[in-house]
């Protein structure tokens, strides 16, 4: 049974900072590539960050220069910094279990933590 348990979300305003965390459990480890999505009312729910088994990271251009993942895979934890947060990155915020493609895209599995919402007022 996998489970992957993301936790950290909360109520900010705009320009601070939160820190999601992702532990994985069950069959997920060191061997899968990790990502966060985010899901917002009335929008599809979009790739934010991705991180393979080697440490290699890939951002969405929105979040770029903003959004920091990482990954412990001692711990099987992943990890999303979120600073200078804005109005529009509201949302509810999912970690992903899947595998990096050779081309360097990510391909998800359907493998998800049950989502932590993240609020920013402006």
């Known amino acids: 049974q996998v489970q992957l348990v993301d936790s950290g979300g909360g109520l900010v305003q705009a320009g601070e900072s939160l820190r999601l965390s992702c532990a994985a459990s069950?069959?997920?480890?060191?061997?899968?590539?990790m990502a966060w999505y985010r899901q917002a009312p009335g929008k599809r729910r979009e790739l934010v960050a991705s991180?393979?088994?080697?440490?290699?990271?890939n951002y969405a251009d929105f979040v770029k220069g903003r959004f920091t993942i990482s990954r412990d895979n001692a711990k099987n934890t992943v990890y999303l910094q979120m600073n200078s947060l804005k109005p529009e990155d509201t949302a509810v915020y999912y970690c992903n279990a899947g595998e990096s493609l050779p081309s360097g895209s990510y391909y998800s599995y359907n493998y998800w933590g049950q989502g932590t919402q993240v609020t920013v007022s402006s």
């Open positions: 991180i393979t088994t080697r440490g290699t990271t």
């Open positions: 069950g069959t997920i480890s060191s061997r899968n590539a």
